[in-house]
């Protein structure tokens, strides 16, 4: 039991930072961070793969089958964030 409680502090505490730090971020670093939390979601990516074809346990398999689509759809919306973010650095005249 008071383990559980532990693990729902630090969850707690995690959830309180991320916020905190997110805030923080000004617009003109946002970009770049964005390109670096990307890089983590194809290497989460890879590992869900890994899991979900990994031949165990049933269990196994469909959590990480669902972790392929969270991982995937983390992917896709970090990169159409970045691209909307970049496009607001281009010119009103130049081509995409």
Do not use: C
Not at 29 to 38: A, C, I, K, R
Not at 58 to 80: C, D, K, P, R, W
């Amino acid at each position: 039991m008071e383990n559980a409680v532990f693990l729902a502090f630090i969850l707690m505490l995690s959830i309180f930072l991320g916020f905190e730090l997110i805030n923080k971020v000004p617009a003109t670093l946002h970009t770049p961070l964005m390109s670096g939390s990307n890089a983590i979601s194809g290497i989460t990516l890879v590992g869900a793969l890994t899991s979900a074809g990994a031949e165990h346990a049933v269990l196994a398999t469909i959590l990480g089958t669902v972790a392929v689509a969270m991982a995937t759809i983390n992917v896709i919306g970090g990169y159409m964030v970045t691209d909307r973010m970049l496009a607001m650095f281009k010119k009103k005249g130049s081509a995409k």
